[in-house]
């Protein structure tokens, strides 16, 4: 069975440069969570999009930006990256926005920031 | 506020004993799901079980067992006769019912995991 693709699966940035995080969610699922992981920390929500629309925020810093396309495959976008930022990052999607639908999880993007 | 703890941050024990992860949640909804993932080394999240607020039945699937308690607000997971590749990190997320036009979106929150490490 399909799963949730993500692409790069390791990122090594500097101090200050972008970086583009791609999740492409199981086909005809309409719904994308994104979500930080620390080093030693629990998944932390981002942000999501149901049907390319932005769906709910959480606590993500303003340099970070996202998007939902229309093939429903979505990007972080992230600028004037800090060390802090170092991270896994995880996509998961879901056929829509209820709470009985389950969440499959992408193998994550690890993010080191130099 | 939505909120999960997971007490134990760490937990070792060896091989064949059984091992039980505590998960106490805070919701004021009446409405919502539990689910607990396992995140091995390599770092996927991989999902367990998934159990909706009206539905306190404990379920066992193999080596795997989950105690749902609405009444503390519980939902621990025992590990029966616990092997190495077990451990990893376990984390219990807690997710509540999406209303349309109530702004719930079904996004997890997590507990802090426990890491469990079994010992040959």
């Known amino acids: 069975a399909a799963g949730v693709i993500q692409s790069p699966r390791h990122l090594i940035k500097e101090k200050r440069e972008t970086a583009t995080l791609k999740c492409y969610p199981i086909p005809r699922h309409d719904t994308v969570y994104w979500y930080q992981q620390g080093p030693g920390q629990d998944p932390q929500f981002l942000i999501s999009?149901?049907?390319?629309?932005?769906?709910d925020k959480g606590s993500i810093p303003d340099r970070f930006s996202a998007q939902q396309f229309s093939d429903y495959h979505s990007e972080l976008n992230m600028s004037s990256l800090e060390l802090g930022d170092s991270a896994l990052y995880f996509c998961a999607s879901s056929p829509g926005l209820g709470a009985g639908n389950e969440q499959f999880f992408g193998p994550g993007t690890r993010l080191t920031v130099l | 506020a939505q909120k999960v703890t997971q007490a134990q941050t760490e937990i070792s024990v060896v091989e064949k004993e059984d091992v039980t992860l505590d998960c106490v949640y805070e919701t004021r909804d009446t409405t919502y799901y539990l689910f607990w993932y396992k995140q091995p080394p390599s770092g996927e999240l991989v999902f367990l079980i998934r159990?909706?607020?009206?539905?306190?039945q404990n379920e066992i699937s193999g080596r795997y067992s989950w105690n749902f308690q609405k009444s503390t607000s519980s939902f621990n997971f025992t590990i029966t006769a616990s092997q190495v590749v077990d451990s990893a990190v376990y984390f219990c997320?807690?997710?509540?019912?999406?209303?349309?036009?109530?702004?719930?979106?079904?996004?997890?929150?997590f507990g802090q995991g426990t890491t469990l490490q079994v010992k040959p």
């Open positions: 997320a807690l997710r509540y019912a999406y209303e349309h036009g109530s702004g719930n979106t079904g996004k997890l929150i």
């Open positions: 999009f149901y049907e390319k629309m932005q769906s």
């Open positions: 159990r909706n607020s009206f539905d306190e």
